[in-house]
């Protein structure tokens, strides 16, 4: 005779194999007969599927004694379980299919909607369960009371299990869609930002400009001509980027700044002062490139060329506990109070947006000076450049 403990085992062995293949069924359900073109008819059989295996699982559960009992008609007493299980899902199954497909439904968040569901396969599951007992037993009510709570127990844990796949299917796709646009996000970006550096390395109407004064100059002064060509060489140098490195550090930066402060210096001669201050400790770390030059331009086109006065230019570069300070003040005019900002200022919200995303501040304030300070939190020094 067999070992009962034994046998008592590998039923629950099978059991659970039996109930971890329905979960995983039910986890994909709506990837089940996809050769089924249609979609009410592949539902329910991937829907009856689940059950099937499920029902399985739970008689796999019947004690031996009672299978024993049975007898001969054990396996029509089985039968008459899955054909009354079928019954069920199928009326459960299509009640809650008509119910999701009201408008009202469709639209509302998706706690509410599986509220509805929930409700919906607990009222359907009451239903068909005694309409199965009367076709059973008739008028005879004594276990009507314990086959609705099974069908209540079982119908609410139906709808958390299908509400908690649903969850993680819907939180799989956000984050997956999180993702895709993201990288769309950042790789749109970085075309942007590579083209905004193309076109904002040199302006062509300061080029033109500085060779002008260049032609000018080598008229009146050759040797302020000369040096004019040379700072005018070294920023070409810079910006044509044979490395095609988006980062450059600070002392690179703040040197090419320098140069374009010079030939500016040597157009308007008296008319434009400029101090550049550099914290040693700030030299090495890495900023975009081209992302002072616009700034200055700015300062100088607002400033000097708009009011024809004196104009003074301080810039300033130094390292604090949270990151990168980059100051930029002049005397020019004040920032309007909505400010519009322009191809050049644009062009650096976009490289920093693309190379330190959420990692900087830019501030354009009139008080007590004017001034344009841009904060970047992280620092990034002695990295290989992008």
């Known amino acids: 005779m067999p070992n009962p403990i034994l046998i008592q085992l590998l039923t629950i062995l099978c059991a659970t194999i039996l109930l971890a293949v329905a979960i995983t069924l039910l986890s994909f359900?709506?990837?089940?007969?996809?050769?089924v073109r249609n979609i009410w008819l592949r539902r329910n059989l991937a829907v009856l599927s689940v059950a099937i295996v499920f029902m399985a699982a739970l008689l796999s559960l019947q004690s031996p004694e009672m299978i024993t009992q049975a007898?001969?008609?054990?396996?029509?007493?089985?039968?008459?379980?899955?054909?009354?299980?079928?019954?069920?899902?199928?009326?459960?199954?299509?009640?809650?299919?008509?119910?999701?497909?009201?408008?009202?439904?469709?639209?509302?968040?998706?706690?509410?909607?599986?509220?509805?569901?929930?409700?919906?396969?607990?009222?359907?599951?009451v239903i068909i369960y005694s309409v199965i007992y009367i076709a059973d037993h008739g008028m005879d009510f004594k276990n009507l009371h314990s086959t609705l709570v099974f069908a209540y127990f079982n119908s609410v844990a139906t709808g958390l299990i299908y509400t908690a796949v649903n969850y993680v299917e819907l939180e799989r796709k956000r984050k997956l869609n999180e993702k895709e646009l993201e990288v769309t996000r950042l790789m749109a970006l970085k075309t942007k930002a590579e083209l905004d550096a193309l076109h904002s390395k040199v302006n062509p109407h300061f080029l033109y400009?500085?060779?002008?004064?260049?032609?000018?100059?080598?008229?009146?002064?050759?040797?302020?001509?000369?040096?004019?060509?040379?700072?005018?060489?070294?920023?070409?140098?810079?910006?044509?980027?044979?490395s095609h490195n988006n980062f450059s550090t600070v002392n690179d930066e703040v040197a090419m700044t320098d140069v374009y402060l010079q030939i500016e210096k040597i157009r308007f001669e008296d008319q434009l002062t400029y101090t550049v201050y550099q914290e040693e400790e700030a030299s090495y770390f890495l900023v975009p490139r081209f992302v002072l030059q616009p700034l200055v331009e700015n300062a100088v086109k607002h400033g000097l060329k708009v009011t024809g006065k004196m104009t003074e230019i301080i810039l300033e570069v130094k390292k604090t506990e949270t990151g990168l300070i980059i100051n930029i003040t002049d005397n020019g005019p004040m920032f309007p109070e909505e400010l519009n900002p322009g191809y050049g200022v644009k062009s650096v919200y976009d490289k920093l947006d693309l190379l330190f995303p959420g990692m900087y501040e830019i501030h354009f304030r009139n008080s007590p000076v004017k001034q344009v300070s841009i904060h970047i939190h992280k620092l990034m020094k002695n990295e290989p450049a992008v």
Do not use: E
């Open 71 to 125: 007898g001969k008609g054990m396996w029509g007493l089985v039968l008459k379980m899955l054909g009354q299980s079928v019954i069920i899902v199928f009326f459960v199954f299509n009640s809650v299919w008509l119910i999701t497909r009201i408008g009202v439904v469709k639209r509302m968040s998706f706690i509410k909607h599986h509220a509805v569901i929930v409700f919906s396969i607990v009222v359907s599951a």
């Open 209 to 242: 400009n500085a060779l002008n004064s260049i032609a000018d100059l080598s008229i009146t002064d050759g040797k302020k001509a000369r040096r004019m060509t040379v700072a005018l060489a070294d920023l070409f140098r810079y910006s044509i980027n044979y």
């Open 29 to 35: 359900y709506k990837r089940l007969f996809t050769r």
